[in-house]
Protein backbone atom coordinates (compact mmCIF):
# COMPACT_ATOMS: atom_id res chain seq x y z
CA UNK A 1 0.00 0.00 0.00
CA UNK A 2 1.45 4.04 -0.51
CA UNK A 3 0.27 7.18 1.14
CA UNK A 4 1.46 10.82 -0.35
CA UNK A 5 -0.09 13.30 0.77
CA UNK A 6 -3.77 12.87 0.72
CA UNK A 7 -3.58 9.87 -1.78
CA UNK A 8 -3.33 6.42 -0.87
CA UNK A 9 -3.76 3.03 -2.92
CA UNK A 10 -2.55 -0.46 -3.44
CA UNK A 11 0.69 -0.56 -5.64
CA UNK A 12 0.78 -4.63 -7.00
CA UNK A 13 2.25 -6.21 -10.10
CA UNK A 14 3.07 -2.75 -11.38
CA UNK A 15 -0.30 -1.23 -11.14
CA UNK A 16 -2.10 1.01 -8.65
CA UNK A 17 -5.21 0.13 -7.61
CA UNK A 18 -7.82 1.54 -5.30
CA UNK A 19 -6.46 5.36 -5.45
CA UNK A 20 -8.38 7.04 -2.58
CA UNK A 21 -8.78 10.81 -1.64
CA UNK A 22 -9.49 10.22 2.31
CA UNK A 23 -12.30 7.88 1.80
CA UNK A 24 -13.69 8.64 -1.20
CA UNK A 25 -12.21 5.96 -4.46
CA UNK A 26 -10.60 8.15 -6.95
CA UNK A 27 -9.37 5.81 -9.55
CA UNK A 28 -10.19 1.93 -9.53
CA UNK A 29 -6.92 1.15 -11.30
CA UNK A 30 -4.09 3.11 -13.58
CA UNK A 31 -1.96 0.64 -15.84
CA UNK A 32 -0.14 -0.56 -18.91
CA UNK A 33 -1.57 -3.37 -21.03
CA UNK A 34 -1.27 -5.17 -24.26
CA UNK A 35 -3.27 -6.96 -25.79
CA UNK A 36 -2.81 -9.62 -28.93
CA UNK A 37 -4.46 -10.10 -32.14
CA UNK A 38 -7.23 -12.40 -30.95
CA UNK A 39 -7.70 -9.54 -27.96
CA UNK A 40 -5.91 -11.87 -25.31
CA UNK A 41 -4.16 -10.28 -22.12
CA UNK A 42 -0.37 -11.19 -22.23
CA UNK A 43 0.57 -10.80 -18.89
CA UNK A 44 4.24 -9.30 -18.11
CA UNK A 45 7.15 -10.75 -16.26
CA UNK A 46 8.48 -7.72 -14.00
CA UNK A 47 11.92 -7.00 -12.87
CA UNK A 48 14.19 -4.45 -11.56
CA UNK A 49 11.50 -2.89 -8.94
CA UNK A 50 12.79 0.14 -7.40
CA UNK A 51 10.68 2.10 -4.53
CA UNK A 52 12.24 4.91 -3.37
CA UNK A 53 10.31 7.89 -0.64
CA UNK A 54 11.74 11.21 -0.06
CA UNK A 55 10.04 14.46 1.49
CA UNK A 56 8.34 14.75 -2.25
CA UNK A 57 6.56 11.20 -2.66
CA UNK A 58 7.16 8.38 -4.09
CA UNK A 59 8.91 7.02 -7.01
CA UNK A 60 8.24 3.27 -8.71
CA UNK A 61 10.18 2.01 -11.33
CA UNK A 62 10.24 -1.59 -12.96
CA UNK A 63 10.62 -3.05 -16.64
CA UNK A 64 8.24 -5.26 -18.12
CA UNK A 65 8.64 -8.43 -20.61
CA UNK A 66 5.85 -9.58 -22.23
CA UNK A 67 6.23 -12.50 -24.34
CA UNK A 68 3.56 -14.58 -25.73
CA UNK A 69 3.37 -16.93 -28.75
CA UNK A 70 5.33 -14.85 -31.55
CA UNK A 71 4.85 -11.90 -29.12
CA UNK A 72 8.02 -10.59 -28.07
CA UNK A 73 7.53 -6.88 -26.58
CA UNK A 74 9.84 -4.86 -23.28
CA UNK A 75 8.59 -1.63 -21.60
CA UNK A 76 10.15 0.39 -18.94
CA UNK A 77 7.30 1.81 -16.49
CA UNK A 78 8.04 4.94 -14.11
CA UNK A 79 4.95 5.93 -11.39
CA UNK A 80 5.29 9.42 -9.31
CA UNK A 81 3.10 9.59 -6.18
CA UNK A 82 3.36 13.45 -5.27
CA UNK A 83 2.99 14.24 -1.53
CA UNK A 84 0.93 17.50 -3.73
CA UNK A 85 -1.55 14.79 -4.55
CA UNK A 86 -0.57 14.32 -8.24
CA UNK A 87 0.24 11.28 -9.76
CA UNK A 88 1.96 10.50 -13.20
CA UNK A 89 2.32 6.62 -14.72
CA UNK A 90 4.62 6.50 -17.96
CA UNK A 91 5.25 3.36 -20.17
CA UNK A 92 7.99 3.18 -22.99
CA UNK A 93 7.98 0.29 -24.86
CA UNK A 94 10.08 -1.40 -27.56
CA UNK A 95 8.69 -4.21 -29.60
CA UNK A 96 11.84 -6.68 -30.15
CA UNK A 97 10.06 -8.85 -33.17
CA UNK A 98 7.08 -7.94 -35.42
CA UNK A 99 3.91 -9.22 -34.58
CA UNK A 100 0.23 -8.19 -34.58
CA UNK A 101 -1.45 -6.60 -31.46
CA UNK A 102 -5.03 -5.02 -30.75
CA UNK A 103 -3.97 -3.04 -27.99
CA UNK A 104 -0.62 -1.70 -26.37
CA UNK A 105 -0.91 1.27 -23.60
CA UNK A 106 -2.16 2.69 -20.83
CA UNK A 107 -5.41 2.00 -19.41
CA UNK A 108 -7.35 3.53 -16.16
CA UNK A 109 -10.43 2.09 -14.80
CA UNK A 110 -12.78 4.65 -12.60
CA UNK A 111 -14.91 3.43 -9.87
CA UNK A 112 -18.58 3.18 -10.72
CA UNK A 113 -20.40 4.44 -7.27
CA UNK A 114 -18.57 7.83 -7.31
CA UNK A 115 -18.55 8.47 -11.08
CA UNK A 116 -22.19 7.10 -11.89
CA UNK A 117 -24.10 10.23 -13.35
CA UNK A 118 -21.37 12.76 -12.77
CA UNK A 119 -20.22 15.00 -15.54
CA UNK A 120 -17.41 15.42 -16.75
CA UNK A 121 -15.21 17.94 -18.89
CA UNK A 122 -13.61 17.14 -21.87
CA UNK A 123 -11.06 18.26 -23.76
CA UNK A 124 -9.98 16.65 -27.00
CA UNK A 125 -7.24 16.06 -28.98
CA UNK A 126 -7.87 19.01 -31.33
CA UNK A 127 -8.63 21.12 -29.03
CA UNK A 128 -12.16 21.03 -28.53
CA UNK A 129 -13.99 20.99 -25.39
CA UNK A 130 -17.44 19.15 -24.75
CA UNK A 131 -19.31 17.78 -21.74
CA UNK A 132 -20.41 14.97 -20.94
CA UNK A 133 -22.06 12.67 -18.36
CA UNK A 134 -20.61 9.12 -16.68
CA UNK A 135 -23.72 6.61 -17.46
CA UNK A 136 -26.21 5.61 -15.25
CA UNK A 137 -27.50 2.79 -17.09
CA UNK A 138 -25.16 0.46 -19.01
CA UNK A 139 -24.06 2.34 -21.78
CA UNK A 140 -23.40 0.23 -25.52
CA UNK A 141 -21.12 2.72 -27.27
CA UNK A 142 -18.42 4.85 -25.77
CA UNK A 143 -19.72 7.59 -23.79
CA UNK A 144 -16.22 9.90 -23.99
CA UNK A 145 -14.18 10.06 -27.43
CA UNK A 146 -10.95 11.75 -28.70
CA UNK A 147 -10.07 12.24 -25.39
CA UNK A 148 -7.30 14.30 -23.88
CA UNK A 149 -8.13 15.11 -20.86
CA UNK A 150 -11.30 14.59 -18.55
CA UNK A 151 -12.11 16.95 -15.65
CA UNK A 152 -15.15 15.72 -12.81
CA UNK A 153 -15.75 15.93 -8.91
CA UNK A 154 -15.92 12.68 -7.54
CA UNK A 155 -17.34 14.08 -4.56
CA UNK A 156 -18.99 17.59 -3.64
CA UNK A 157 -15.65 19.98 -3.11
CA UNK A 158 -12.99 17.61 -4.59
CA UNK A 159 -11.74 18.20 -8.16
CA UNK A 160 -9.97 15.56 -10.56
CA UNK A 161 -8.22 15.99 -13.76
CA UNK A 162 -6.73 12.92 -15.85
CA UNK A 163 -4.37 13.98 -18.49
CA UNK A 164 -3.21 11.08 -21.44
CA UNK A 165 -0.74 11.51 -23.99
CA UNK A 166 0.97 9.47 -26.61
CA UNK A 167 -2.11 7.95 -28.25
CA UNK A 168 -6.02 9.01 -28.78
CA UNK A 169 -8.08 7.61 -25.81
CA UNK A 170 -11.48 7.46 -25.02
CA UNK A 171 -14.17 5.83 -22.46
CA UNK A 172 -16.20 2.57 -22.35
CA UNK A 173 -18.78 1.59 -19.93
CA UNK A 174 -17.14 -1.67 -18.33
CA UNK A 175 -20.29 -3.20 -16.91
CA UNK A 176 -20.98 -4.22 -20.33
CA UNK A 177 -18.30 -6.74 -19.61
CA UNK A 178 -19.75 -7.49 -15.88
CA UNK A 179 -17.08 -5.11 -14.33
CA UNK A 180 -18.43 -2.48 -11.86
CA UNK A 181 -16.20 0.74 -13.98
CA UNK A 182 -15.56 2.81 -16.48
CA UNK A 183 -12.37 2.44 -18.53
CA UNK A 184 -10.25 4.88 -20.57
CA UNK A 185 -7.86 3.22 -22.96
CA UNK A 186 -6.07 3.63 -26.42
CA UNK A 187 -6.74 3.17 -29.14
CA UNK A 188 -10.20 3.96 -30.57
CA UNK A 189 -12.49 0.42 -31.29
CA UNK A 190 -13.13 2.60 -35.12
CA UNK A 191 -10.18 1.77 -36.03
CA UNK A 192 -9.27 -1.47 -37.97
CA UNK A 193 -7.69 -3.75 -36.08
CA UNK A 194 -5.09 -6.53 -35.45
CA UNK A 195 -2.16 -3.77 -36.08
CA UNK A 196 1.18 -5.24 -37.40
CA UNK A 197 4.27 -4.17 -35.16
CA UNK A 198 7.05 -3.56 -36.55
CA UNK A 199 10.54 -4.89 -34.63
CA UNK A 200 12.47 -2.03 -33.12
CA UNK A 201 9.32 0.34 -32.72
CA UNK A 202 8.64 2.29 -29.72
CA UNK A 203 6.09 3.99 -27.98
CA UNK A 204 5.48 6.11 -25.58
CA UNK A 205 2.31 7.33 -23.11
CA UNK A 206 2.17 9.02 -20.04
CA UNK A 207 -0.98 9.44 -17.48
CA UNK A 208 -1.27 12.55 -15.09
CA UNK A 209 -3.80 12.49 -12.64
CA UNK A 210 -4.60 15.47 -10.01
CA UNK A 211 -6.77 15.49 -7.15
CA UNK A 212 -7.89 19.27 -5.66
CA UNK A 213 -10.14 21.31 -3.35
CA UNK A 214 -11.30 20.14 -0.42
CA UNK A 215 -8.90 16.96 -0.29
CA UNK A 216 -8.23 16.73 3.57
CA UNK A 217 -11.77 15.78 4.93
CA UNK A 218 -13.07 13.58 2.59
CA UNK A 219 -15.67 10.62 3.64
CA UNK A 220 -17.01 7.79 2.25
CA UNK A 221 -20.40 8.05 1.15
CA UNK A 222 -23.18 6.85 3.05
CA UNK A 223 -25.37 4.07 1.98
CA UNK A 224 -28.87 5.18 1.89
CA UNK A 225 -31.10 2.26 4.08
CA UNK A 226 -34.65 1.85 3.30
CA UNK A 227 -37.46 0.46 5.58
CA UNK A 228 -38.47 -2.69 3.87
CA UNK A 229 -42.34 -2.44 2.45
Keep these: SFKAGDLSGIYEAGNL ?22 WETVIPIISGEIWTEDEYGISITYNAAYTNG ?15 NHIQFSMKGTALNSFEKTRI ?20 ANGDTYNGVFPELIAPHQPFKNVQSMQWQPAPGLHATLTLEGDVFETEDHRNWSDSSYKT ?7 PFPVQVKEG ?21 TAIVRNPV
Design 17 to 38: RYIKCGEIEVIRMIYGALRDKH
Design 70 to 84: DIRYQAAFQIEISNA
Design 105 to 124: GLCVHHPLLECKGGEVKINS
Design 185 to 191: YSTPLDL
Design 201 to 221: ETMLQQIAFNISGNTTQQTAP
